[in-house]
């Protein structure tokens, strides 16, 4: 008897482990279980094995986008992507994750890649929403050319902080100062996954001084092995800087960083943000 309860026990309990790891597993890349388009009708396509490819079209008629099917409070999200090559100038990749716009008060993370002209490098924009608000906004350079290749891009929210990697190199970190008295963190709304290809060339494009060369589209950005991991003993539940990620980030902050609004003292004259001040203690 005690045998036999033991092992129906022990049962139990793989069964329980086996159903954890095949819940967090099933769907993971792909596309179809875990997104749904937005808008561009036949410009989002999903294809290959597993259907864990996706390719966004941009042509005069439409950009196009999708979404996840979910919302998440906190976790890590990393997307494989390659970026529009040749004269990608005005058009503007994306991989955000956002709350609900429509409260007027919603909030955002996001990875924004704006096109250039052949030859010239895509600027790579972030930014943070809180409340409605955002206007901290980093933008990079990278050390690649990331239309030759997939590169992933990963954002890790947690309660800490916020972090975008490239490739597992941290290029920022926004953080909770609440225990400091500033509020400005997202925290409280759940959020999807989206990601998109529009055109932009008024705001893209040095304010519009180079035009989308239509003749080029239909523009395509690729889309592969996403992963979101938000199971409750993750990594990203800890995860922050470590010796050998602090000095990735500065070297990343110091020869690629090409915008910090925390630097920018004309349009913040009158006062800096209040993170601001914390923002080089990294
Ligand atoms: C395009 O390249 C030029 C020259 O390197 C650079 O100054 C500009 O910021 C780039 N534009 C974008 C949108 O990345």
């Known amino acids: 008897m005690g045998t036999l309860y033991r092992h129906g026990k022990m049962f139990v309990l793989m069964v329980l482990l086996g159903l954890m790891v095949s819940s967090s597993a099933y769907g993971a890349g792909n596309f179809y279980d875990t997104f749904e388009s937005t808008f561009g009708g036949h410009r989002v396509q999903i294809f290959g094995l597993g259907n864990r490819d996706l390719s966004l079209s941009l042509d005069q008629g439409s950009g ?18 390659k970026l529009v090559a040749g004269n990608s100038a005005g058009t503007v990749t994306t991989l955000y994750l956002s709350s609900d716009q429509s409260t007027g008060r ?10 250039n002209v052949s030859g010239q490098p895509y600027t790579l924009h972030t930014n943070v929403f809180s409340q409605g608000q955002g206007n901290r906004e980093q933008q990079f350079h990278l050390w690649f050319d990331p239309t030759t290749n997939f590169h992933t891009y990963s954002i890790v929210w947690n ?19 609440e225990n400091r008295g500033i509020m400005f963190f997202p925290k409280n709304q759940p959020q999807r996954i989206y990601a998109s290809l529009w055109e932009a060339d008024d705001w893209a494009t040095q304010g519009g001084l180079v035009k989308t060369d239509w003749s080029k589209a239909p ?19 800890n995860h922050d800087l470590d010796a050998t990620s602090r000095n990735r980030l500065r070297w990343v902050q110091k020869n690629y960083l090409i915008y910090d609004y925390c630097s920018d003292w004309k349009r913040f004259s009158q006062a800096f943000p209040p993170e601001c001040k914390h923002s080089k203690l990294l």
């Not at 196009?64 to 992507?81: A, H, N, V, W």
């Not at 919603?106 to 096109?115: A, Q, V």
């Not at 523009?219 to 539940?237: H, L, Q, V």
């Open 219 to 237: 523009f395509k950005a690729f889309y592969r092995n996403f992963n979101i991991d938000t199971s409750t003993n993750g990594a990203w539940k």
């Open 159 to 177: 309660p800490k902080l916020i972090m975008f990697l490239v490739d597992e190199t941290p290029i920022r970190v926004f953080r909770n100062y």
């Open 106 to 115: 919603h909030d955002e993370i996001d990875f924004e890649f704006l096109g």
């Open 64 to 81: 196009s986008g999708f979404r996840s099917k979910k919302e998440y409070l906190f976790g890590r999200i990393d997307m494989q992507m």
